[in-house]
């Protein structure tokens, strides 16, 4: 049974690139949520996908976007990078869109800007 | 203040002895309260949750208290190893800029020594 899958694993971009970062969701979810870990900090909601829309944004700019695909797997993306968007960025899923469900999270993406 | 606080940031403790991890929201509809348990360099991983409809809830060594009138939630950790040294988050799904989003503590440097 594979749980939450995100790749790559390490990437480091300069300011004003693009990325895009991929998660495969556990088997049996297909909600994704997407969350920014800055070191030392809790994580940091940044939007969920369900049935392939946003459902559900925090407080993150426009720069972040997203994709749902049919298969249930999700892209992140983060253009016009800036040095503060070096973090840790973390997939998680759940089984349906409601929040209060239990959610399962991958390694993460660790993203460095120079 | 904070839509969810969680205190204290670290906490040492010997092994054997308990451990309490307190967080407080600010939200009276939130109803779902998750904890995770992060490990340096890994996931963060669902050690264990409670609704609104119960006060209290056990798993082996780990309970998680809800006071809802006080807006507080607690971890309790009995019974500490080396091993449960890790940082802890709590998190709420509280109403943030018109949205119910989850949210979580800054987290909890717990270090057990042996």
């Known amino acids: 049974d594979a749980g939450v899958t995100q790749s790559p694993t390490h990437l480091i971009k300069t300011r004003g690139q693009q990325v895009t970062l991929r998660c495969s969701p556990k088997?049996?979810?297909?909600?994704v949520s997407w969350y920014q870990q800055a070191l030392g900090q809790g994580p940091q909601f940044i939007f969920q996908?369900?049935?392939?829309?946003?459902?559900q944004r925090g407080n993150f700019p426009d720069r972040f976007s997203g994709h749902q695909f049919p298969n249930y797997s999700s892209e992140l993306n983060v253009n016009a990078l800036l040095l503060g968007d070096s973090a840790l960025y973390l997939c998680?899923?759940?089984?349906?869109?409601?929040?209060?469900?239990?959610?399962?999270f991958g390694d993460g993406t660790r993203l460095s800007i120079l | 203040g904070e839509n969810v606080e969680q205190h204290p940031s670290t906490l040492s403790v010997q092994e054997g002895d308990s451990a309490v991890i307190k967080c407080t929201y600010s939200d009276s509809a939130s109803n779902y309260f998750p904890w995770y348990k992060q490990e340096l360099g890994k996931r963060p991983q669902l050690i264990i949750d409670i609704r609104s409809n119960v006060g209290e809830k056990k798993d082996q060594r780990i309970a998680v208290t809800l006071n809802k009138t006080a807006k507080h939630f607690s971890l309790h950790i009995t019974e500490t190893q080396p091993e449960d040294s890790a940082v802890y988050f709590c998190a709420a799904i509280v109403l943030t800029g018109g949205s119910y989003i989850p949210t979580f503590g800054r987290g909890t440097s717990l270090i057990v020594h042996p």
């Open positions: 998680a899923s759940s089984l349906g869109r409601a929040l209060n469900q239990p959610q399962h």
């Open positions: 088997s049996g979810h297909d909600t």
């Open positions: 996908y369900y049935e392939e829309e946003e459902r």
